[in-house]
């Protein structure tokens, strides 16, 4: 069984901040794969279905901490304690300020770069979870990171939100096998091909006008 957790903070305030990516990667993830209804549970929100993986289908929870973010390792461990799931088996989707808008990177273990929610995991599961990082970009001045972090994706940011999201829930079955560099060129193939077809539909626009 897997635990996939996003990360995010709760309420209609936060819904649409860059910090909730991985509350949306969740939802994209659960919907595209027929999960069952949300439920609340382990002091947040959690999704049951499967991802059909190369070996076979596994069964997979989806859970969003509804703790807000600091207090988000409350949540993961009491799903962890309940359902026997080893930290090898969790992945956490959450945002990197430190990755280009629309970039992924996957690994295990490692440092939390001063992620709250990842701070709070370590300290209440341990450390040696999966980490899947969606770059959201940095705002080049530390003094404006909290405003960034917390602030709602741009209309211009849905133009690369949109199909990132759509390409991590399609490469969700890749967790399953914890093919986790077939999960990152699976997004990357994806995403490339999302961003290749406005420069075609502009192209065979300006064939057609001239």
Known sequence: MLLIVGLGNPGDTYQNNRHNIGFMAADAIADAHGFGPAKSKFR???????????????????????????????????????????????????????????????????????????????AHAGNAYWRIRLGIGHPGDKARVQGHVLGNFSKDERVWLEPLLKAVADAAPLLADHDDTGFMNRIALLTAQADAKPALQDGAKAKKEG
């Not at 969790?90 to 300020?97: A, H, N, S």
Request: proline letters at 3%.
């Open 44 to 122: 947040g929100v959690l999704r049951e279905g499967s991802l059909a993986g190369k070996g076979g289908s596994c069964k997979a929870l989806l859970l969003k901490p509804m703790t807000y973010m600091n207090e988000s390792g409350t949540s993961v461990q009491e799903a962890m304690a309940f359902h026997k799931i080893g930290l090898e088996d969790v992945f956490v989707i959450y945002d990197e300020l430190d990755l280009a808008p629309g970039r992924v990177r996957v690994k295990r273990d490692g440092g939390n770069a001063g992620h709250n929610g990842l701070r709070s995991i370590s």
